[in-house]
DNA sequence: ATTTGACTTAAAGTGGGCTTTAAGGCTTAC
DNA sequence: GTAAGCCTTAAAGCCCACTTTAAGTCAAAT
């Protein structure tokens, strides 16, 4: 397949295929008068780099997760992969929940801001200088 | 007080206060031989801006609740003002809960994926085809 | 023969929120 | 008079995940 088949089976642009295999998230498949051809399993491939940005890995953790599988006979095993997952999985979940934390501090803080009853900028500022004493 | 001294007080790099007025966040102060001379109003206008910004919103968004008043008179009365926190402030809140519910949608899929047992990348591949199918 | 459509590349652009750089000016202290 | 230390500007750089652009190649259809 071509890379424009590529794209409208994935769901993804073309120019995004072409900066994954630049940066070395996905193999360099074969060419045919210098046009990339690719069998169905770079789909597998591109299925699971977007299954793991929609976890909110970085490319660049994805990368650690399946990149060091450029050949992909070798990333289709996926007994060492399965490790390093586990591993990322849980500092991203701790991530996400210092994420979640710190949302819910805007959270709070826009329901007091909600209920400003400051008569001017400088009485807002100075109760905002006041909490960050606390 | 020159721009440096307002940096210490403030605790923001001179880089960023001037930016600040470049994009209409604070107004154009006074000058002595060309160089930027403030007092101490504008103290309030950056915590102001910290606070906004400690909530999620955008220097744009920013702009739109305070940025109408680069004349710190007009600023400092509050009362229009109050107006416009109150609905980005609703609304923002909103898209932080969104926010929220897609972290949490993460943090279950992530949850799962630390238990896959999928033999190859395929099968994984098949399987989270069949999930955006649910 | 030429048009259509899909592909190729390297390089530059996007957005947000700044920082950094380069080149210079002005004041104060020695 | 010269060095230190503050300030000035416009323009470019940074990060991330791409997209867009410009200029070109190639095969099939008309």
Redesign the interface.
């Known amino acids: 397949m071509t890379i424009g088949q590529i794209a409208r089976k994935s769901g993804l642009r073309a120019s995004a295929i072409r900066f994954y295999e630049r940066t070395g998230l996905i193999p360099k498949p074969s060419r045919v008068n210098g046009q990339r051809r690719y069998d169905d399993?770079v789909?597998?491939?591109l299925?699971?780099i977007e299954?793991a940005k929609?976890?909110?890995f970085t490319l660049d953790e994805i990368r650690q997760l399946f990149g060091g599988f450029t050949d992909l006979g070798e990333?289709?095993?996926?007994t060492p992969?399965?490790g390093r997952?586990?591993g990322l999985?849980?500092r991203?979940?701790h991530e996400?929940?210092a994420?979640?934390s710190r949302?819910?501090v805007?959270?709070a803080?826009?329901?007091r801001?909600?209920r400003?009853r400051?008569?001017?900028?400088?009485e807002?500022?100075r109760r905002?200088?006041g909490l960050a004493e606390c």
């Not at 990333?75 to 996926?78: A, D, K, M, V």
């Open positions: 399993r789909l597998d491939c299925v699971l299954f929609s976890c909110g990333f289709r095993n996926r992969v399965l997952v586990r999985a849980e991203k979940i996400l929940d994420l979640i949302i819910e805007m959270k803080t826009l329901a801001a909600e400003c400051c008569v001017d900028a400088e807002c500022a905002i200088r």
